[in-house]
């Protein structure tokens, strides 16, 4: 019998006809690994989409809320001064305007609890009055006047009776809506353009 001796293209062959099974498989885990990449983005952005639907729908309930209780709440919002905080003040003393206010804020949506707040709080004031108030009305080091106490206000009560309104009772103690809203009314100047602080926090909206 002769001898046959494998050339080295034969080697290469037979070679190449065993990797062709570990090529398959490396590339199927490889696509499904993307496709368990794509599926989730889509699972994320479906998930976007509806939050922003809820918003946009709140959004349009909360015009057509503001015209039923235009009889009963007589304020313009955002209030802009202390003037106009004064005034807001006085007609939230009414039990139906404090009503109508709350559940005006109640329906200001938000994907997480302190983009709510930011919301409810930017809807409600502007950064020039937000400047002039803090939450406990104390001077701190960097003040040189002092500042209104916003927690005694009855439109920061109607604001946080709108959130836990639209969250539930359980879902939001005044621990935490207070943060939320300190660090929103303490970044107000930077808004309005003050000199910046050394911090590398991004300036609440």
Not at 59 to 72: C, F, L, P, Q
Not at 109 to 119: P, S, Y
Not at 174 to 181: G, P
Not at 185 to 190: G, V
């Amino acid at each position: 019998m002769q001898n046959v001796t494998p050339s080295l293209m034969d080697i290469l062959v037979f070679r190449l006809s065993l990797l062709k099974p570990l090529i398959f498989l490396e590339l199927f885990f490889e696509t499904d690994a993307t496709s368990q990449k794509i599926l989730t983005m889509l699972s994320d952005l479906t998930r976007s989409l509806n939050e922003l639907r809820d918003e946009v729908r709140a959004i349009r309930n909360t015009g057509s809320n503001e015209s039923v209780d235009a009889g009963v709440l007589l304020l313009d919002l955002p209030l802009h001064n202390i003037e106009e905080l004064n005034h807001a003040e006085a007609a939230l003393q009414s039990q139906e305007a404090n009503k109508a206010m709350v559940r005006r804020f109640a329906l200001i949506g938000g994907t997480t609890l302190e983009v709510r707040v930011r919301r409810v709080m930017a809807y409600a004031i502007t950064n020039e009055l937000a400047s002039v108030l803090n939450w406990a009305g104390k001077k701190t080091k960097d003040q040189t006047k002092q500042k209104r106490a916003f927690k005694d206000t009855a439109l920061c009560r109607c604001i946080f009776d709108g959130l836990t309104q639209q969250l539930g009772a359980d879902s939001m103690s005044e621990f935490v809506f207070a943060q939320a809203v300190q660090k929103w009314l303490r970044y107000a100047p930077d808004r309005l353009g003050g000199a910046g602080r050394t911090s590398s926090i991004p300036i609440p909206e």
